[in-house]
């Protein structure tokens, strides 16, 4: 609710002339953002129609910052249905508030950022995670609990993300996630 009450506060100050930042920019007026947030997203990997169904996974917390300085920081593990195995990615760069994006790089490769409303999208290219080498049994294990097509076709976006680590992030930025009591995560707002 304090959330929602935010945004509408920022819409209006925006509305009648004022300045604001979109979500997940530094604070409305220039306050600093001082922890990440984090969010629930997908991760779509660009494959042929075929495979379209297999090709998007859910990303249980994806961390997203933006200081007063404008620089941004995207951070979040790879899907393990996608790769196997545990990768971490972290970007960095300088975002810009008024056009709403950024370039960002990491270790990884590079993200280049929009944040449109409460749409973030970050299209990413990791060539630095080469050589990729997935562990497709893994794949093909959390396919068969996770994937209710064909678990092949999985296996068969991972080999192609393997030899080409590129995709795109998109997360809602106006529901956040915090770990619960379980270790697991749920929405700030409850569900």
Not at 31 to 36: E, F
Not at 118 to 134: I, Q, Y
Not at 151 to 180: C, H, Y
Request: proline residues 6%.
């Amino acid at each position: 609710m304090n959330h929602q009450l935010f945004l509408l506060c920022a819409l209006t100050v925006t509305a009648c002339g004022g300045t604001s930042s979109p979500p997940g920019a530094a604070g409305a007026g220039g306050a600093p953002s001082t922890t990440p947030s984090s969010f629930t997203a997908t991760y779509r990997v660009p494959v042929p129609p075929a495979l379209s169904a297999a090709a998007t996974f859910q990303l249980t917390e994806v961390d997203w910052r933006v200081a007063t300085d404008g620089t941004a920081r995207l951070a979040y593990t790879l899907p393990l249905g996608l790769v196997g195995l545990e990768i971490r990615v972290d970007f960095t760069g300088q975002f810009d508030a008024a056009t709403g994006t950024g370039h960002l790089v990491g270790t990884a490769g590079s993200a280049d950022c929009t944040l449109a409303a409460a749409a973030l999208s970050c299209s990413e290219t990791m060539n630095g995670l080469l050589p990729l080498t997935p562990d497709l049994a893994v794949v093909e294990s959390v396919a068969s609990t996770e994937f209710a097509g064909p678990v092949q076709d999985r296996i068969d976006v991972a080999k192609l993300f393997s030899g080409d680590p590129i995709g795109v992030v998109s997360a809602d930025v106006t529901t956040e996630t915090e770990a619960n009591s379980t270790g697991g995560q749920k929405t700030k707002n409850g569900k």
